[in-house]
């Protein structure tokens, strides 16, 4: 009965871990959603499937096919600069990097 008891225990715990790192994902994909219409969506689409309201300005969508995402996480940290006078420069913090970034995977 015992070992019944302790199973159904850590069958719980299981659960509810799984649940709240769900949550807590979720809750990092939505703050990089924000991060993403705040300083990106005027030129970029930000969507899976809207134009990017600047023809030059790629849409976030398709950013895995050109590099793996993850290599923007120095530049979003240090600020982004391009070679063309549009794009602002920005520099977002460590925590931010992580849910902009994971915002990002959630397009592919």
């Known amino acids: 009965m015992r070992t019944t008891g302790l199973l159904l225990l850590w069958t719980l715990l299981l659960v509810v871990a799984s649940s709240t790192t769900h949550r807590l994902e979720a809750s990092s994909i939505e703050q990089g959603r924000r991060l993403?219409?705040?300083?990106?969506?005027?030129?970029?689409?930000?969507?899976?499937?809207?134009?990017?309201?600047?023809?030059?300005a790629p849409p976030f969508r398709t950013l895995h096919e050109r590099y793996p995402v993850e290599m923007l996480e120095e530049a979003l940290g240090?600020?982004?600069?391009?070679?063309?006078?549009?794009?602002?420069?920005?520099?977002?913090?460590p925590?931010?990097?992580?849910?902009?970034?994971?915002?990002?995977k959630s397009l592919e």
């Open 36 to 56: 993403a219409q705040l300083y990106c969506a005027e030129c970029h689409s930000i969507d899976k499937v809207s134009p990017s309201p600047l023809r030059i």
């Open 78 to 93: 240090e600020g982004i600069s391009t070679g063309h006078p549009s794009m602002p420069q920005f520099q977002f913090e």
């Open 95 to 104: 925590d931010q990097i992580g849910d902009f970034i994971k915002f990002l």
